[in-house]
């Protein structure tokens, strides 16, 4: 199993960023798949999870209205689409995957700053 995020960057306060999770080595559209995220000095922090097909969605309440999640089981991929953000929200973005035992990807850096 592999996850491979990219999308990564540095954006303003009230920007958008779009950031996507490849994976591969597992059906991938037999799996929920989460966003993680976690801020120097803090814990890693659950964003969000789509369900295999991608009918259900679930956020927390920090970024509900503002982040999507997405995908797209043809090409093996999720997104996320975030929208409003804050700086607080700088932050390491991990997606995961459970097949037996959790998967992580490496992350990617999002900088919300001005």
């Known amino acids: 199993v592999q996850l491979v995020e990219s999308g990564g960057g540095l954006v303003q306060p009230g920007g958008s960023l779009r950031l996507s999770c490849a994976g591969s080595g597992f059906s991938f559209s037999m799996y929920g798949m989460s966003w993680y995220r976690q801020a120097p000095g803090k814990e890693r922090e659950w964003v969000g999870r789509i369900g295999s097909s991608g009918s259900s969605t679930y956020y927390a309440d920090s970024v509900k209205g503002r982040f999507t999640i997405s995908r797209d089981n043809a090409k093996n991929i999720i997104d996320l689409q975030m929208n409003s953000l804050k700086p607080e929200e700088t932050a390491q973005y991990y997606c995961?995957?459970?097949?037996?035992?959790?998967?992580w990807g490496q992350g990617t850096q999002v900088t919300v700053s001005s």
């Open positions: 995961k995957t459970r097949v037996r035992v959790d998967y």
